[in-house]
Structures are given as structure tokens and as C-alpha cells.
T-cell receptor, first 113, second 111 residues
Framework: GAGVSQSPSNKVTEKGKDVELRCDPISGHTALYWYRQRLGQGLEFLIYFQGNSAPDKSGLPSDRFSAERTGESVSTLTIQRTQQEDSAVYLC???????????FGPGTRLLVL | AQKVTQAQTEISVVEKEDVTLDCVYETRDTTYYLFWYKQPPSGELVFLIRRNSFDEQNEISGRYSWNFQKSTSSFNFTITASQVVDSAVYFCALRSYKLSFGAGTTVTVRA
């Protein structure tokens, strides 16, 4: 795979349901990031993983949000008990290291009804 | 604390006009990186350029050029002879201890 991939590309869910968003980083990239982009707005940092270090969760907006990463591969962002304000595009990015350029996936468009 | 400000929310031009996007940043760190990303209507963020804080040389890549001025904490981006395909949202970003994005500037190029 040449780039960062994310699935699903679109997700519609009902308020109160849990959702899982998946990110496959570029092979060899040790750092992985999640961002949220609300309609017409900039990117909001959520969380990043760097190798085996403890993740930086400082951007997670509430305890309904969590993320996991298996080694230096796939990551899953979970939103529990979704709210309408969670509707946004969730972008994943990866890089060789935390100081290196981040390359972004196409995003998952989440709509909470 | 760090911050990126893109004062221009929207810019609309006619094809072949030049467009300059402003970016002003704040950071207390002496070592940092600056980036520009393009987000076309398809939504995917495309990396355009990265510049470290010790390299103030301006850069030109085809119709794109960047002017980094540390004295004014600015990293402006110019598209020369704009084309319709340049229509997108452009984000400036700063990385010191974390990556912070500006709010973006929407560029619309009309034929």
C-alpha cells in the first residue's frame, strides 16, 4: 500500500451508538496520529502514537474517545455513546518519526443522527 | 504555547492570477518545522512543503513558492498563474512539541 488508508470512508450512526474507525499507516512509519475536522474548520489534534511509547492522549475531547494501536501497524479510534457533535471527518496520519512529515489518509466521514 | 494564524478565510481569483496565502505563527521554541498542506474537494490532505526553523531560504517548486521570514514569524505561500485545479483549502502548520494547524484558507480559482 502506497499511502495511509482508512475505513470506513463514510459512517452514519444513531446517537448513543458506539463506532470504530480504522487506520492503516504507511508501512515503516512509527508515528500515527488522529485528527478531527469539523465542517469548514481546521484540524483538531486528538491523539498520537510513537513506537512503544505511551500515547499522547492530550487532544481527546472526552472519555468517550479512545484509541489503540497494535505495534507499529493498525490503529482503531473508538467513540462510545456517540453524540451529534461528534459528526466530523476523522483523519489519520503517519510519519517516520514524530519530527517527520505527516502523510494523511482520506478520512472517515462520521455522521451522527 | 504555539499557534498558527491564517487570517484569510477565503480568496477568490480568476485563472492566471497570482494568489498569496498568509501564515503567521507563534512558538517559544527555537527549533520547529513549518508545513503547508493542500486539501482539495476530495478531502485528502496533500503535503506540499516542510521547512525547518534554521533554513530561511525561500523555495520555489513550479508555480508554488514559499517565503519564510523568521523576523516576522511568517511563512507565506504564493501560487503563480493560478489554475482551476488549485482550488482547495490550504493549511499552514507548525510543529514544535506538537503539530498545530491554522484554520485554513479556501482558494477558489474561477475559469
Amino acid at each position: 500500500g502506497a499511502g495511509v488508508s482508512q475505513s470506513p470512508s463514510n459512517k452514519v450512526t444513531e446517537k448513543g451508538k458506539d463506532v470504530e474507525l480504522r487506520c492503516d499507516p504507511i508501512s515503516g512509519h512509527t508515528a500515527l496520529y488522529w485528527y478531527r475536522q469539523r465542517l469548514g474548520q481546521g484540524l483538531e489534534f486528538l491523539i498520537y502514537f510513537q513506537g512503544n511509547s505511551a500515547p499522547d492522549k492530550s487532544g481527546l475531547p472526552s472519555d468517550r474517545f479512545s484509541a489503540e494501536r497494535t505495534g507499529e501497524s493498525v490503529s482503531t479510534l473508538t467513540i462510545q455513546r456517540t453524540q451529534q457533535e461528534d459528526s466530523a471527518v476523522y483523519l489519520c496520519a503517519s510519519s517516520y518519526g514524530i519530527q517527520e512529515t505527516q502523510y494523511f489518509g482520506p478520512g472517515t466521514r462520521l455522521l451522527v443522527l | 504555547a504555539q499557534k498558527v494564524t491564517q487570517a484569510q478565510t477565503e480568496i477568490s481569483v480568476v485563472e492566471k492570477e497570482d494568489v498569496t496565502l498568509d501564515c503567521v505563527y507563534e512558538t517559544r521554541d527555537t527549533t520547529y518545522y513549518l508545513f503547508w498542506y493542500k486539501q482539495p474537494p476530495s478531502g485528502e490532505l496533500v503535503f506540499l512543503i516542510r521547512r525547518n526553523s534554521f533554513d530561511e531560504q525561500n523555495e520555489i517548486s513550479g508555480r508554488y513558492s514559499w517565503n519564510f521570514q523568521k523576523s516576522t514569524s511568517s511563512f507565506n505561500f504564493t501560487i503563480t498563474a493560478s489554475q482551476v485545479v488549485d482550488s482547495a483549502v490550504y493549511f499552514c502548520a507548525l510543529r514544535s512539541y506538537k503539530l498545530s494547524f491554522g484554520a485554513g484558507t479556501t482558494v477558489t480559482v474561477r475559469a
